[in-house]
């Protein structure tokens, strides 16, 4: 499933009206090159562990994270994807800071805050 977040800390930080994110499990992924640096960043009630690239800057993949240990999943970027071909948000939160201009689809599931963890559609590939 596909996610585009419409929170403010994710225009901010996509430089445009949403941040988007692919959630996958945590042993689905496999990273080769040069290992990604990582900050960390709160918000929505949870931690993050955002990594980059750091050649050209470009976020890759964020973890969520509490003092009990990782989430067992990741949220790739999808735009940094060989195919983005298949890339379309199917599920929208935090729509109550949408951009006025944006529209959803019949079958887009919408949030209009954080949903909780477990009220949100994952794992599912196209
Ligand atoms: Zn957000």
Redesign the pocket.
């Known amino acids: 499933m596909i996610y585009a ?1 419409h ?1 403010t ?2 225009q901010r930080q996509s430089g445009g009206a949403f ?1 988007m994110a692919a959630m996958f499990g945590g042993g689905d992924m496999t990273m080769t090159g040069i290992a990604p640096a990582h900050f960390i960043r709160q ?2 009630g949870r931690k993050f562990r955002c990594y980059f690239c750091l050649e050209c800057g470009t976020r890759i993949y964020h973890q969520w994270f509490t003092e009990d240990g990782d989430f067992p999943f990741v949220n790739i970027k999808p735009g940094t994807l060989d195919d983005t071909s298949w890339v379309r948000p199917g599920c929208h ?2 729509t109550q800071h949408a951009q006025p201009w944006i529209r959803f689809l019949d079958d887009d599931v919408v949030f209009r805050q954080q949903p909780g963890f477990e009220e949100m559609p994952r794992f599912s590939r196209p």
């Open positions: 977040c929170c800390i994710c941040g918000g929505h939160v935090w």
